[in-house]
């Protein structure tokens, strides 16, 4: 699988276990957007600030009504987009 690819994979798997459900075609394509627009200096800024545009809310709000396991599956997808917006920004 492509870089790019691999990152959009993350960046919307992170954002569906934010939000709780899956992405509609029109998210991602606002998570992109956002992403793209963002002024934030690294990817991991850029992908939290268009997460947070995409859905009106800040990612602490939303997290805040995660269960504990929840929790945990969003702790450790957000260690593997840390991982992929590293490497975006190295690339």
């Known amino acids: ?3 790019e690819e691999r990152f959009k994979k993350i960046i919307f798997s ?8 899956r992405l509609t075609n029109e998210e ?6 956002y992403f793209n627009e963002s002024k934030q200096s690294g990817s991991l800024g850029r992908v939290k600030e268009a997460i947070e545009k995409t859905f009106n809310r800040e990612i ?16 450790d997808l957000l260690s593997q ?8 920004d190295n690339k």
């Open 1 to 3: 699988m492509a870089q």
């Open 28 to 33: 991602k394509n606002e998570v992109i957007d």
């Open 14 to 21: 992170y954002a569906e276990n934010v939000k709780g459900s």
């Open 60 to 75: 602490y709000e939303i997290l805040l009504e995660k269960s504990a396991s929840s929790l945990d599956n969003i702790d």
């Open 81 to 88: 987009l840390t991982v992929e917006a590293d490497k975006w």
